[in-house]
């Protein structure tokens, strides 16, 4: 009913409404039709962060956190739910999808899920990480710096910012041969370079806050 | 470790998220057979890592999907609440409630002066000079004049009281009042408290119409201006 072909704003907002109302089928309807989606964008998250675990039942943190991101969806009349503009691009489970990282991100982010919270970098792994040599602990400390920074950045980036942030920034792809394959004007590609750049300056310098990475 | 090592790694780490295997959305969904998923497990008896992601996309049990239905429900109360007292008319008794408190609350009229015409001299209840009483012949014309700061928006009414020695006057005086709501009473001087001479109090009273002080009214719905008068006979050219 909500898949990819069959889903509008209206019948998306009929069906929240009706479920909030208290009808059970279309509460059913969209635990069945929400809940993989959810799931599978929460188990990521778990994965990604699996060395965090320290000996946590994954599963049922899966369980919390997926009713933690069905409380978000729902609340204030579904209103996160209903923003849902086709035009942008997502259908409406990619969009669903991007909401429930986005929350999960926040609550394991938040101290809100113990032990998923980030630890501060201790200044051993600060130093490592700007230190000129190439040790396997600098490695190492540079592996978890980006790890948090890419978490932060899936935090922050819809699907099509994380997309511009692979050709245009990681890839380096120039801006007309990308114009080119996307359709995008220049002038919103600049802008677009130029943003990622500068969220990437601001995530690093959230996570190591007086230092650039450097050799 | 240089900018653009680092850079790669980072898109490294963004890269290798969608490495999971691809059958673990389908199992989440319910989507694989039978045997496709004995496949998938017998895949992990070989490998911890997707073993650990199994764990993490089978699919959600009925008592997982029953929570989650009642967390939409729980989503919704104050909603059905609301709606319920709506139908059901229990917010009719508040919102009239609410209209007569808004109706009930206090009037506010805006500041009025007093203006007093003795023949041609004009005495304001703002000007420092006024001292003396205005004295005036029973033939001249007395205007007493209420003008407010701002133009008044809704009904007012006036009163014009007059006490000489304690006593109250009987007049028939009757109060003009403009659509800017300034009240004027003029008429002879002898007619504010006919068939007496010497000092009159006058007690000039503006309200919005209801307000007025013995109705019980806030004060911010009327205005009082009290001053005194003396009167002389038409063939007394005498000041007091």
């Known amino acids: ?83 849902w503009d086709p035009e942008r691009g997502l259908s409406f489970t990619s969009f669903v999808g991007f909401l429930a990282e986005r929350e999960v991100a926040m609550a394991m982010r938040s101290g809100r899920r113990n032990p998923w919270t980030e630890e501060p970098m201790s200044p051993g792994v600060l130093g490592a990480v700007r230190g000129a040599a190439d040790s396997h602990e600098a490695r190492v400390a540079a592996r978890q710096l980006m790890s948090r920074v890419a978490d932060r950045l899936r935090e922050r980036l819809t699907p099509l910012g ?22 995008a004007t220049p002038a919103s590609l600049y802008a677009w370079k130029s943003r990622l750049g500068k969220l990437i300056r601001e995530v690093r310098s959230e996570l190591l806050p007086d230092g650039e990475v450097h050799e | 470790m240089n900018e653009d090592r680092w850079m790669k790694e980072l898109s490294q780490i963004l890269e290798d998220e969608p490495r999971l295997d691809p059958r673990l959305e389908a199992h989440a969904n ?10 998938l497990k017998a895949d992990a008896e070989r490998d911890p890592e997707l073993a650990a992601a199994i764990a993490l996309h089978d699919p959600l049990s009925k008592g997982v999907q029953s929570k989650l239905q009642t967390v939409i429900r729980r989503a919704g109360r104050w909603r059905r609440r609301a709606k319920h007292l709506w139908k059901g008319g229990a917010l009719l008794p508040i919102a009239a409630g609410l209209l007569l408190y808004l109706r009930a609350s206090p009037a506010v009229l805006p500041k009025y002066a007093l203006e007093t015409w003795a023949g041609d001299s004009v005495f304001r209840d703002s000007s420092p000079g006024v001292r003396t009483l205005p004295s005036m012949r029973e033939d001249s014309t ?47 001087a002898g007619s504010f408290c006919p068939g007496f001479y010497g000092r009159v109090s006058l007690k000039a009273t503006v309200a919005l119409a209801g307000h007025l002080p013995d109705e019980g009214s806030d004060q911010r719905g009327w205005q009082t201006h009290v001053f005194d008068v003396w009167i002389r006979p038409q063939a007394d050219d005498r000041s007091p």
């Open chain 2, 142 to 188: 007395l205007q007493v004049i209420l003008r407010p700061s701002d133009p008044v928006q809704g009904d007012l009414v006036a009163r014009l009281e007059s006490v000489q020695d304690g006593q109250p006057c009987a007049h028939h005086l009757e109060a003009e009042v403009s659509a800017e709501g300034v009240v004027r009473w003029r008429d002879r």
């Open chain 1, 1 to 83: 009913m909500l898949g990819d072909e069959g889903a509008s704003p209206a019948t998306v907002g009929g069906l929240v409404d009706r479920a909030l109302d208290g009808d059970p089928e279309a509460c059913r309807c969209l635990v069945s039709e929400l809940s993989p989606v959810i799931q599978t964008r929460v188990a990521r998250a778990l994965l990604r962060r699996r060395a965090q675990a320290r000996g946590r039942n994954l599963r049922q943190e899966l369980e919390d956190l997926v009713q933690e991101v069905f409380a978000a969806l729902f609340a204030s009349g579904g209103k996160a739910l209903k923003a």
């Open chain 2, 30 to 39: 319910r989507e694989l057979s039978y045997g496709e998923i004995q496949d």
């Open chain 1, 162 to 183: 994380r997309h511009y942030l692979q050709v245009l920034v990681f890839e380096q792809r120039s801006v007309s041969d990308v114009a080119a394959s996307t359709g």
